[in-house]
Nanobody, 126 residues
Framework: QVQLVEAGGGLVQAGGSLRLSCAAS????????MGWFRQATGKEREFVAA????????YYADYVKGRFTISRDNAKNTVYLQMNSLKPEDTAVYYC???????????????????WGQGTQVTVSS
């Protein structure tokens, strides 16, 4: 079982930026594909961004493309989500997730991930 701990959430004004981080336990982080999802109050959890285990391929949901950047540092067992030009509709609990079955791919569906963090709240005020 991999433990994932998110940090970096908070309250920010529209147009502002936040950087989320997700630290993973274990010694095989570099073999995991990673992803970020979010869930707004009263809504289904939705995909935000994904990255392959090496970090060479990244994929974004259309609604964050050009504003959010996913990255990872395998030496630090950490994946990041840089969020710029934040909008009130970005308000949600943000979760990181790990696909721990060794693969060179990225994943966009919840069922493809087998470990989840506890989430961090991001609130964007207008």
């Amino acid at each position: 079982q991999v433990q994932l701990v998110e940090a970096g959430g908070g309250l920010v004004q529209a147009g502002g930026s936040l950087r989320l981080s997700c630290a993973a336990s274990g010694r095989t982080f570099s073999t995991y594909a990673m992803g970020w999802f979010r869930q707004a109050t009263g809504k289904e959890r939705e995909f935000v961004a994904a990255i392959t285990r090496s970090g060479d391929i990244k994929y974004y949901a259309d609604y964050v493309k050009g504003r959010f950047t996913i990255s990872r540092d395998n030496a630090k067992n950490t994946v990041y989500l840089q969020m710029n030009s934040l909008k009130p509709e970005d308000t949600a609990v943000y979760y990181c997730a790990a696909h721990t079955r060794s693969s060179n791919l990225y994943y966009t569906r919840e069922y493809e991930y087998d470990n989840w963090g506890q989430g961090t709240q991001v609130t964007v005020s207008s």
